[in-house]
């Protein structure tokens, strides 16, 4: 069982690398795309100016993430009713062809149209938010209680891993034309859609081979059935609404504090190349290399932070925490000048307090509310809760997305930044009550009057 626990992380780790790597393909070409766009060698001018293009361009995030939020609540649904594997190959193979339509297409065949681009990048949002729910449920499924906030704290790490790596296979292809940085990526994630078709399943239950011989199946199914008459709720229920989802303890809590939380995340995700390049004059392919640095910070975040979360039984204080430094690190980075060192240490440490806690939510936390005590053992809620979490978050991303250039624009980068920190203080806030509870159970805990509600694991779980 372990081997195949880590052949399902391992392939579920990088298939959503893969998609975020996918995502990172526009990022971090925006210059040369906006200057293909506003060139009249081989075609009339998609924009006549610079700003122009920008606010295009940050429509089209806001377009993305509009799309794959709304499409997130769907699929979440949908991958607790679906064999979730399924959902997340099928989103692979749609991811390749419509980044492909969007980025190499036009390029290729010298056609430009502002319409064009606009229904790609939706078709590409939607089939971009398959992943992450019904990986979830996979990851889910697989691993129980045990070290939860270590595991999905590396896993969720998947998230900047791609990013680093979208970077990189950018940083190396550009060169060519941007329209190859789209074709790599989706040829890449194509590749990657069928290994997970192949190589693992939802749930410990689907693998064959779990079992040496026939007695043993019927052994064990004997069992699960008596235990299922002496404990009714280890059942695995029933797929639950939205609104029964939103309505678990916490979930309204973690999605407001989601929405801020990733709009700041996506907004380094979106932004970060093109104010490197815009603000400080760097090459677009030198500004690609040093933006991993934000992403290096949120994979230590992640894996420190979920690691941190199971010694303490908790995870609102240390992502409290983490939060309030972000708007010391955010402050710094807004004024840290065009010193690439420096640069990119600030950047780490912005990448840790953000993307590391964001991470935590949407991983660790994101399992922690949908199979929670209130479900009373109901499986089935897994997809539902993580994509309305991620769905929520997605939104106020893309509501970000339309306001960063309007800022930039009339206020500069500086007041961006700003904005940034406003927004953490709202999302400390939103978690504010779930921190002060449990600060009370950890001080109750250190005084032995109550146990880590975070230890053990299920038996469904054991090896």
């Not at 950018?170 to 590749?191: C, D, H, K, Q």
């Not at 392919?285 to 894996?303: E, K, M, N, R, T």
Request: aromatic fraction near 12%.
């Amino acid at each position: 069982m372990s081997s195949k626990r880590a052949v399902v992380f391992f392939v579920t780790f990088t298939s959503y690398g893969l998609y975020h790597a996918s995502r990172k393909a526009l990022s971090g070409v925006k210059s040369s795309i906006m200057s293909d766009w506003m060139s009249n060698s081989t075609h009339p001018p998609l924009f006549e100016h610079d700003a122009d293009a920008k606010h295009f361009l940050g429509s089209l995030d806001a377009i993305f993430m509009t799309a794959y939020a709304a499409a997130l609540f769907f699929w979440g649904m949908l991958g607790d009713r679906l064999n979730p594997k399924y959902v997340v190959a099928a989103g692979m193979v749609g991811s390749a062809v419509t980044l492909t339509l969007f980025g190499t297409i036009p390029k290729l065949l010298n056609f430009y149209s502002i319409y064009y681009y606009i229904l790609t990048y939706i078709a590409f949002g939607l089939v971009q938010a398959c992943g992450w729910p019904s990986e979830i449920a996979i990851m889910a499924a697989w691993f129980g209680k045990g070290n939860r906030g270590f595991i999905m704290g590396a896993w969720a790490a998947c998230q900047p891993v791609g990013n680093i790596f979208g970077s990189i296979f950018t940083a190396l292809v550009l060169p060519m034309g941007y329209e190859y940085t789209f074709l790599l990526n989706s040829l890449l994630i194509l590749i990657g859609a069928i290994i997970v078709f192949i190589s693992i399943d939802s749930k410990p239950q689907d693998s064959e081979g779990s079992y040496n011989n026939l007695e043993e199946n019927n052994t064990r199914f004997r069992m699960q059935q008596l235990k299922k008459v002496q404990n009714p709720s280890t059942s695995h229920g029933e797929p639950i609404s939205l609104i029964k989802a939103l309505l678990l303890p916490g979930v309204l809590a973690y999605c407001i504090c989601n929405a801020c939380l990733k709009l700041v995340n996506y907004a380094f995700f979106f932004w970060l190349p093109l104010y490197l390049t815009d603000a400080y004059h760097w090459q677009e392919s030198q500004a690609d290399q040093l933006s991993i640095w934000y992403d290096f910070g949120g994979i230590i975040g992640s894996v420190v932070g979920g690691y941190i979360t199971d010694k303490m039984g908790k995870r609102s204080p240390l992502i409290v925490g983490m939060l309030v430094c972000s708007i010391g690190s955010l402050f710094l980075y807004a004024h840290i000048g065009p010193h690439m060192l420096w640069n990119a240490l600030v950047m780490t440490s912005v990448g840790f307090t953000v993307s590391g806690p964001y991470n935590l939510i949407v991983g660790s936390i994101s399992i922690d509310l949908g199979s929670q005590p209130a479900l009373a053992g109901n499986t089935q809620a897994m997809s539902t809760v993580s994509g309305l979490l991620d769905g929520t978050g997605s939104a106020g991303s893309a509501i970000g997305q339309v306001l960063i250039p309007v800022i930039q624009e009339d206020l500069g980068w500086k007041a961006v930044f700003y904005v940034f920190m406003v927004l953490n203080v709202f999302a400390i806030l939103a978690i504010s009550k779930r921190f002060i509870a449990d600060m009370k159970s950890l001080r109750r805990i250190r005084n032995g009057e109550e146990s880590p509600l975070l230890d053990g694991d299920d038996e469904q779980h054991e090896d």
